[in-house]
């Protein structure tokens, strides 16, 4: 019998292993430089930098801190109470109370109502412009103009807030209770109390300074010339007319002898 010969076909495609059965995936090698991230270069400068807040031109200072407390159905509920003054010594004062459960909150409350409640006073040479007397509940104060160098005579309260506004001259007095909110409030409102007939009368007799006159660059300046000492011959002509006038009486006498 023949031997049939039989042949083999070999697949060219290699076989596909199931998947974890080889190691780990190999990625092609990176090209120099590095892997940067898709969205392009970012723009030169760096970071944007905040815009800064404007400096903030009023002074403030504490005019009273107290610790209140609210009865509750459930307890006592303890808060801190601030009375704050700011002003910006230029004419513009203002005052705030608030309350917070810290102390640094019910500042930041209490500054934030005095820039609201802001007044302006009319200041006239450094003083005010006339007396004022105010009555707010038990609150009495006593406010008059003081000449030029007097300086605040004011105590308490009213010498802050005075100091604050901008006023360098007055003469102040609490007449009433030392509360010194009321107080506070009360001096905010005579400063708010000025008539503005009175203001503008005290601004029309305020004297006006003449303007000190300017000489130009090219007017020579007169200097007057030190004064000459006399001459010698001068003074020997003086020394010899005051002999004469010493001998002349004795020659006279010596000859009537």
């Known amino acids: 019998m023949e031997d ?35 969205g392009g270069f970012r723009k030169p400068g760096g970071r944007r930098r905040m815009p800064e807040k404007p400096k903030d031109d009023f002074d403030q200072k504490v005019l009273d801190l107290a610790r209140v407390t609210r009865v509750m159905a459930g307890g006592k509920r303890m808060k801190f109470r601030a009375t ?3 002003g910006d010594k230029k004419g513009k004062v203002g005052i705030g109370v608030a309350k917070g459960a810290d102390v640094a909150a019910a500042i930041q409350k209490a500054v934030a109502k005095a820039r609201k409640a802001i007044i302006e006073v009319p ?9 004022v ?9 006593m406010m008059r103009p003081a000449r030029k160098g007097s300086g ?16 360098k001259d007055v003469v102040a007095k609490i007449l009433g209770t030392n509360n010194k909110v009321n107080n506070a409030k009360a001096t905010i ?9 009175a203001v503008a009368a005290a601004k029309a007799s305020k004297p006006k300074v003449a303007p000190k006159a300017v000489t130009p660059k090219f007017v020579k ?37």
């Open 152 to 167: 605040i005579k004011a105590g308490g309260v009213m010498r802050i807030v005075l100091e604050l506004a901008g006023i």
């Open 189 to 197: 409102k005579a400063l708010n109390s000025f008539v503005p007939q």
């Open 4 to 38: 049939k010969k039989t042949t083999e076909v070999k697949d060219t495609k290699p076989a596909v292993a199931p998947q974890g059965a080889t190691g780990p995936k190999k990625f092609p090698p990176r090209k120099p430089g590095g892997f940067k991230k898709p």
């Open 84 to 86: 704050m003054v700011i």
């Open 221 to 257: 300046k007169f200097i007057p010339k030190p004064q000459q000492a006399p001459k010698k011959e001068a003074l020997k002509a003086k020394e010899v007319k005051k002999e004469d006038k010493a001998k002349g009486p004795e020659g006279t006498r010596g000859e009537s002898k």
């Open 123 to 131: 200041i006239i040479e450094g003083t005010v412009p006339h007396e």
């Open 133 to 141: 007397r105010i009555n707010d509940h038990s609150a009495k104060i």
